[in-house]
């Protein structure tokens, strides 16, 4: 009995036609992986990550109508094959433009290694928040415009490069004085990217909704307006009447508290906030705790 399943395993092995495998075959799987992998690098920083994820959904429905032989279904996903092409190229005009760009650069190889290098991620430090909605209302009591975008996921790099380059540790003194009226770089928005700002003055594409309020301006609509092209969040202060604002997900949140800025930022911590309430309402129990007790020590 063994020696017979013996046989058969030697006479199935001997029956595998193993291909020569040369050098440049080897060099050339690793260019592909290469390639791939760096493509793949890319996109996650791009509308084509999620773009990706919406075209895998619909493959699989796809595939299930095959199983099934659902054969309206197929018909229809192959008439308009083309059209669903011609789109892809359309929304990701930007990314592929920018793409082309870096193919033309002499340093190839360089500019892929390092092309998602200075993303430090969605991550921001109590400090930032904390100096962000500082500086938001104290800009608020005078009454000074402000627009200040959030990086989180998705890369605001199309946006970030119609500005001015600045790339500073976050403090609300900085940020007061960049929005100061009559200011170089007051015009425009704040880009942050982790706990640094990268970018001043950046023009920001403006909302159609047309559920927004007619009272609003330009600052408000981009800001809701960037919302919906990226997952970023915007803080807005109104020129008019201080209010400080947030928009996030194509929609706006307005006349928020200091708590309620807080609450909201807490979004881009990438945590609950429910747990981050509790870690501040903790601080809070430990900074009276101690308050009444240096009150007893002087007693």
Known sequence: MINSFLSFIQDYIAGIHMPRIRITDIIEVLIITFLIYHLMVWVRGTKAWSLLKGLIVILGFLLLAAIFNMSTILWIAEKSLSMMVIAIVVVLQP?????????GQKNILFSFMNYDSGRQGGRYSDHTIDEIVKASFAMGRVKTGALMVLERNES??????????????????????IFEHNTPLHDGAVIFRGDRIVSATCYLPLSDNRSLSKALGTRHRAGVGISEATDSLTVIVSEENGKVSVAYGGELFSSLTQEGLREKLEIVRDRPVEEAGKQRKGLFVRQKGELLADKKADA
């Open 95 to 103: 990314e592929l433009r920018r793409a082309l760009e870096q193919l």
């Open 156 to 177: 605001l790099a199309e946006y970030e490069k119609t500005g001015i380059a600045i790339d500073a540790a976050v403090s609300s003194q900085l940020l007061i004085n």
